[in-house]
């Protein structure tokens, strides 16, 4: 199969690959001052396993996605937009450590763009 042919989770590694990235997404959040106060009393292994599921189910693996709503889950928080932009360079961070390429770093970071207005202001 050619690479435009294959679904982003393929292209991203698939679970093992994501679950990389996404252990390495925690490592970056957790020392990045604009937004590490905000995981203090979160569950590592368990943000990290519902993140690592989102990310296989929004880019078409097999996965189901049993956390919550991006919504439902940043209720309250109240997250501004220096945060997102921290939280996006997280992600920008682990993927170059990670060595994805452009095409894939740029649809990935496109899929959290689009869920902004789900996770700011609630
Ligand atoms: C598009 C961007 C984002 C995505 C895709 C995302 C995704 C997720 C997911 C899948 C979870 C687990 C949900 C659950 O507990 O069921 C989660 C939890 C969390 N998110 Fe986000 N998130 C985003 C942006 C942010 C931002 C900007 C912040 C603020 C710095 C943030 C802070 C948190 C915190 C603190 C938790 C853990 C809550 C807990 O321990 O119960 N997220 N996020």
Known sequence: ???EQKTLYERLGGFDG???????V???HTSNPAVKARYLDSDAEEVTRL???FVCWGT??????TGKDMK?????MNINATEFMAVV???STALKKNDV????TSELLGLLFSLKDEVMHL
């Open 60 to 65: 078409g693996g097999p996965q189901e996605y």
């Open 26 to 28: 925690w490592t970056e």
């Open 89 to 91: 360079d997280d992600i």
């Open 1 to 3: 199969m050619s690479n």
């Open 72 to 76: 439902e889950a940043h209720r309250t």
């Open 101 to 104: 390429g452009a095409q894939e």
């Open 18 to 24: 994501i679950r990389k990235i996404s252990e390495d």
């Open 51 to 53: 993140v690592t599921e």
